[in-house]
T-cell receptor, first 114, second 109 residues
């Protein structure tokens, strides 16, 4: 098990385009989280899944953002009509049922909107 | 409101000096407090959890509910401690982490 993986690692897109990121959690981790991190800030919570159910969404997650975890395994985060303010590092994390407090982070996807 | 404050963006010390990275929080309930660390070119990873009361890599952190603080301490810093340190709280149920802005620790030889 190589840990949480995210794809792509880097994405450059033009304003107004749609982008989709993928996160593969550690196998058998039932909880999956998405965070966004901008320069000089700590990660900010976006949304959280327990198995396939999306249980919490931040107010940061505007209607242009949508996340899914269809089979309770991998997750996707889609941003529609990207804006320059969406430029950030998007982090995914997962945690196991027996130790929900410990979140294992992926390497992140760096999005640049030009 | 849930908030974590790390007042120092950068803390620079010499090897062997004591280190204290400050963290204050605000939360109306009883949160779980954590320190996460990110070494150069590595992922964010859990360093300490307040409930475990462990010493990890020589670091300790004590939760002070009266002062709503969770400062990270190490008596003798090592060069390999150089990293970005984030204090975080989790509201009841571990549904998310609320992070501070982070403190970069630089330990010089």
């Amino acid at each position: 098990d190589t840990g949480v993986s995210q794809d792509p690692r880097h994405k450059i897109t033009k304003r107004g385009q749609n982008v989709t990121f993928r996160c593969d959690p550690i196998s058998e981790h039932n909880r999956l989280y998405w965070y966004r991190q901008t320069l000089g800030q700590g990660p900010e919570f976006l949304t959280y899944f327990q198995n396939e159910a999306q249980l919490e969404k931040s107010r940061l997650l505007s209607d242009r953002f949508s996340a899914e975890r269809p089979k309770g395994s991998f997750s996707t985060l889609e941003i529609q009509r990207t804006e320059q303010g969406d430029s950030a590092m998007y982090l995914c994390a997962s945690s196991p049922r027996q130790a929900a407090y410990e979140q294992y982070f992926g390497p992140g996807t760096r999005l640049t909107v030009t | 409101a849930q908030r974590v404050t790390q007042p120092e963006k950068l803390l620079s010390v010499f090897k062997g000096a004591p280190v204290e990275l400050k963290c204050n929080y605000s939360y109306s309930g009883s949160p779980e407090l954590f320190w996460y660390v990110q070494y150069s070119r590595q992922r964010l990873q859990l360093l300490l959890r307040h409930i475990s009361r462990e010493s990890i890599k020589g670091f300790t952190a004590d939760l002070n509910k009266g002062e709503t603080s969770f400062h990270l301490k190490k008596p003798f810093a090592q060069e390999e401690d150089s990293a970005m340190y984030y204090c975080a709280l989790s509201p009841t149920g571990f549904q998310k982490l609320v992070f501070g802005t982070g403190t970069r620790l630089l330990v010089s030889p």
